[in-house]
């Protein structure tokens, strides 16, 4: 059998890969890293990851990171999950929404919550943080619309891109950005309290502490 360790952080974007690890019902053991103690950057997590990131996903000595990476590897490692569709172009589209995400979503919430990787001026830092808030909420309203048919991400069937969907509507309504997701983006929510219903789901939510959505 497989040894897996994920290596996470409650609430970052390996949520979505502990997620789908918990969908495969297969062991796996997982470490937290505490990013507000910099333990991203101590000498063991740097042994594993060297780019000092979550997640990282220990298999049998061999370490793969990503999100999105972590997301497909799992996914086509248990295919009787049903975490990744098996059409040519329904898999397309999983990846169109894993691209959508990582490089959007992520990178205007980064720049709202970490302007001072943008600039070096102290007095630039309050307009870096806002038009990195105003982006993604731009980028949410079109999230919005493709998740208005009420479905999963991929219509009828559950994927591993719907856990990663969590992610950033939860990242949505932290201090960070603090919207009113429920009010503001229906869909979306409807959508994630559908993931937040699903029992592993529940079951990592609870390992991470985390509590959404109402």
Not at 10 to 36: N, Y
Not at 65 to 77: G, N, P, W, Y
Not at 105 to 124: I, K, V
Request: net charge negative.
């Amino acid at each position: 059998m497989t040894a897996r360790t994920l290596y996470y952080a409650p609430g970052t974007c390996s949520l979505a890969a502990h997620i789908a690890l918990e969908e495969t019902g297969t062991p796996f053991e997982t470490v937290r890293i505490d990013l507000a103690k910099g333990g991203q950057r101590a000498p063991e997590y740097l042994a594993v990851n060297e780019r000092g990131r979550v997640p990282a996903l220990w298999e049998d000595g061999w370490v793969l990171t990503e999100t999105q990476a972590i997301l497909r590897h799992v996914a086509r490692s248990h295919p009787d999950a049903g975490l990744w569709p098996e059409d040519p172009r329904d898999q397309a589209i999983a990846d169109e929404w894993l691209a959508w995400l990582a490089t959007n979503h992520h990178a205007a919430f980064r720049q709202a919550r970490m302007p001072s990787r943008y600039s070096d001026e102290d007095e630039g830092l309050d307009a870096i943080r806002a038009k990195g808030a105003d982006t993604y909420g731009d980028l949410a309203t079109m999230t919005e619309v493709r998740l208005s048919h009420g479905g999963w991400a991929l219509g009828v069937h559950y994927s591993g891109v719907d856990p990663y969907l969590l992610v950033f509507w939860n990242w949505g309504s932290s201090p960070t950005l603090r919207f009113a997701m429920a009010d503001r983006f229906p869909a979306w929510t409807a959508h994630a309290r559908r993931v937040a219903g699903r029992p592993a789901v529940r079951a990592v939510l609870a390992r991470e502490g985390l509590t959404l959505p109402a």
